[in-house]
């Protein structure tokens, strides 16, 4: 892991800006797993199934399956994010 030197007076500019991140990727998350509530609901199938049978070739090419893998791969994106913000020993 590489380490970088930070000026004592910035620490509250960084902190500013992870707490900011952190909030942004809340309302991210938020945002997909509604996305995702929807698709699950309108195609009676979790996200987890749908990507496992999309990913096996079971179910077309449909432009919503497109866009629920799109949807779904941006929700697991934020989720590893915010996993790395909370890591940070703030």
Known sequence: MQQIEIREDALPILKAGITLQKKLTDIKIE???DRLRIYEKKYNMKSEIFIREFEAGNLGDDADWFDWLFVFEAWKKAV???KIIES???
């Open 80 to 82: 590893e994010k915010k």
């Open 88 to 90: 940070l020993p703030l």
């Open 31 to 33: 945002n997909y797993s």
